[in-house]
């Protein structure tokens, strides 16, 4: 395949708003749309086409060649349209390769359906930050977002250390390092020790891998800078966990303790199907850290009290449990009844207050909010 014929694929995937693009032997080229794969009327891969895709894409890239690997990450650029994030890994001695779909602009809390207060939290000056969900979830799209909050409203110096560089900011009010895990640097606690020297105010880390990188990451936070990282946990409480987990029995009290003098902010995000079915929203889960909430990080025995801090600090902290937030998105007929159900974190309390409040069928929806949708999973779309 040679590239004029890549990127023509490619390009199809960012026009019609795809989030991965996937190309494996034996198949059709796939597209993800809003958690779907739909298939691409192309023709069926072989292993000689993939291999070509893996070489093509490299040659492009800051890896310049293949050379031997089992797996391997890296960015590609259609310049002035669109940048993807790349997996390429073995299967079966084949390369089956994913693409993640990354926009060159970066939207807006409100584009993105976002809550407000997201723009509060990115004006810390000293702590820890965290974005956290799934795979495919929006945390790097979150992440970009409140770092062009930071970038459009304050001067200050902002290092980025990213495997691979995803979203690329233009300085406007903050001047910006972006360093790639790789090519620029060896590792992220690498990047992250290297960063204290470079004079930052907030250093962004990509995603927290290992106990190391929390540790540098907390030594930042302690020594007067704004970390923002990511993490692939569920919710608030799981990520506490998850950190503290990393590292061994004896040293987790400790940990704990630090988080607990670090931590300023946890965001968990879940990406739901909306009403209409043709597209997604994200219910989020916001923790914003106040005395009470330090003293159940401190205790393990505690953290299964922090949704109920999250619940009571709703009005005054602008916080909010995934529940909470799944019951707006319903009663702004947004999502469906039973969408909000499957995605809750306690679907029989989500029931009952349903119930309590007399909503157990959907609000009607509008005549413009049909629920017919551009394509479905079966649906092949042509080239």
């Not at 192309?42 to 894409?57: C, G, H, N, P």
């Not at 293949?66 to 797996?71: D, T, V």
């Not at 790789?182 to 020297?197: E, I, K, N, V």
């Amino acid at each position: 395949m040679d590239k004029e014929k890549l990127n023509r694929l490619l390009l199809l995937g960012s026009e019609k708003g795809a989030s991965d693009i996937h190309f494996q032997v034996g198949h059709l080229p796939l597209y993800r749309f809003n958690g779907e794969l739909v298939q691409l009327k192309y023709k069926v891969l072989t292993a000689d086409d993939t291999a070509a895709i893996a070489r093509q894409l490299a040659a492009e890239s800051s890896i310049g060649e293949l050379g031997e690997f089992k797996e391997i990450d890296f960015a590609y650029e259609l310049p002035d349209e669109s940048r993807f994030r790349v997996n390429i890994c073995r299967e079966r001695r084949f390369y089956n390769i994913v693409l993640r779909v990354i926009p060159l602009s970066i939207e807006s809390f409100e584009a993105l359906n976002l809550p407000s207060v997201l723009a509060d939290v990115c004006q810390i000056r000293r702590g820890l930050v965290l974005v956290t969900g799934p795979t495919g979830m929006g945390k790097s799209t979150t992440l970009a977002t409140m770092l062009q909050q930071v970038n459009q409203t304050r001067k200050c110096k902002l290092v980025t250390i990213e495997d691979p560089l995803e979203f690329i900011f233009k300085p406007d009010q903050s001047i910006i390092t972006q360093r790639e895990i790789g090519t620029d640097t060896d590792s992220f606690s690498d990047a992250l020790r290297a960063a204290l020297r470079q004079d930052p105010d907030v250093i962004m880390v990509g995603e927290i891998r290992d106990a190391m990188t929390v540790d540098t990451a907390l030594k930042a936070a302690e020594t007067g800078h704004a970390v923002f990282s990511s993490i692939h946990t569920s919710d608030v409480v799981t990520t506490l966990r998850r950190i503290v987990s990393l590292f061994p029995t004896d040293e987790q009290s400790l940990v704990m303790e630090r988080l607990a003098d670090n931590v300023k902010a946890i965001v968990s995000l879940r990406l739901l199907p909306n009403k209409k079915r043709d597209g997604r929203v994200p219910a989020v889960e916001i923790m914003r850290t106040t005395r009470s909430i330090r003293e159940c990080i401190r205790d393990q025995n505690r953290t299964h009290e922090i949704v109920d801090h999250i619940c009571r600090g709703r009005e005054h902290m602008q916080m909010q449990s995934f529940d909470q937030h799944l019951l707006d998105l319903y009663r702004a007929n947004k999502i469906a009844r039973d969408t909000a159900i499957d995605g809750a974190s306690n679907p029989q309390d989500l029931i009952t207050e349903l119930a309590l409040s007399g909503e157990s069928e959907d609000p009607g929806m509008a005549e413009s909010d049909s629920l017919d949708v551009d394509y479905d999973a079966s649906t092949r779309f042509e080239a």
